[in-house]
């Protein structure tokens, strides 16, 4: 424990800005260049993923722990739209045949 | 510290190949590689608690919802018609664009200062108990009504309407 609680001392900040914004980043790209409704919702994933990750860091740097709570409080709420939106893809797939979001672009007006 | 940036790395690099994949089987498969390697991160934040419950539920909760529905759907085979070049290259332009505007605001504040761990009690279960359910009581509860409402919902758009003769 001691061990592991010396490793991030020399870590700084910025670090952890910089690899959340990176894989912030490849969630969007993932949203921008896919076409399977499911590997989107797993790019929006993985944007929650990296919001999370920086609050953690966030919390531990300034010792408060309410930005971990926080992200306790955003894991309930993708577990409830990951349900949810599955749920919607199901019912897509079951009236389309497809989850291409393309189908989907009646969807624009 | 060596450490840190050989498992900032592999999440690079797996949240990378998730949305390279062709198959989506392999994306969800990577996909729970990156979210343990941010598991790993919350040992190395010494958030424990964290660490746990993303274990759990992501890689335990989310990512077999994921795995079952596109198994379930029968989506397994690799018949997603690719986008045109175009919007491919555009949507990776707006990426690193977001992305340099990102690290040109961090270059302006010039260094930061390293993260140090004051309190190591502060990620552990005891303690965040203390913070949840003193200060946070009420959002904690609002959420139990969010997760029944999420369930109800999910029960209703995914069974089949009945038959209405």
């Given at each position: 424990m001691e061990n592991i609680t010396n490793?991030?001392?020399?870590?700084?900040l910025n670090e952890y800005i910089l690899l959340s914004s990176i894989i912030f980043s490849i969630g969007v790209i993932g949203v921008l260049i896919r076409r399977n409704a499911i590997v989107i919702f797993m790019s929006v994933e993985l944007m929650l993923n990296a919001v999370n990750l920086l609050l953690t860091a966030f919390s531990v740097y300034h010792g408060d722990a309410s930005g971990q709570v926080f992200v306790f409080f955003i894991m309930a709420l993708a577990a409830a739209e990951v349900a949810v939106g599955l749920a919607i893809i199901v019912m897509i797939y079951r009236n389309t045949n497809s989850i291409d979001i393309n189908v989907l672009n009646r969807l624009k007006w | 510290m060596n450490t840190f940036y050989f498992i900032a790395f592999l999440s690079i690099f797996f949240s990378i190949l998730v949305i390279t994949a062709k198959n989506p089987v392999h994306s969800i498969l990577y996909l729970i590689l990156t979210f343990f390697t941010f598991t790993i991160h919350y040992i190395l934040l010494n958030a424990q608690f964290l660490a746990i419950v993303n274990f759990i539920?992501?890689?335990?909760a989310i990512l077999v919802l994921f795995l079952y529905t596109l198994m379930l759907i029968n989506l397994?085979?690799?018949s997603e018609p690719a986008k045109s070049n175009l919007v491919k290259i555009a949507g990776v332009i707006g990426g690193c664009c977001f992305l340099v505007t990102i690290i040109a605001s961090l270059k302006a504040l010039g260094a930061s200062p390293a993260v140090v761990?004051?309190?190591?009690?502060?990620?552990l279960v005891k303690n965040l108990g203390k913070v949840l359910f003193n200060e946070y009581l009420l959002p904690f509860e609002i959420s139990s009504v969010l997760l029944l409402s999420a369930m109800v919902g999910a029960v209703l758009l995914a069974t089949k309407e009945p038959k209405t003769t």
């Open positions: 490793t991030i001392q020399t870590i700084p | 539920v992501y890689m335990g397994n085979k690799e761990l004051k309190d190591p009690s502060l990620g």
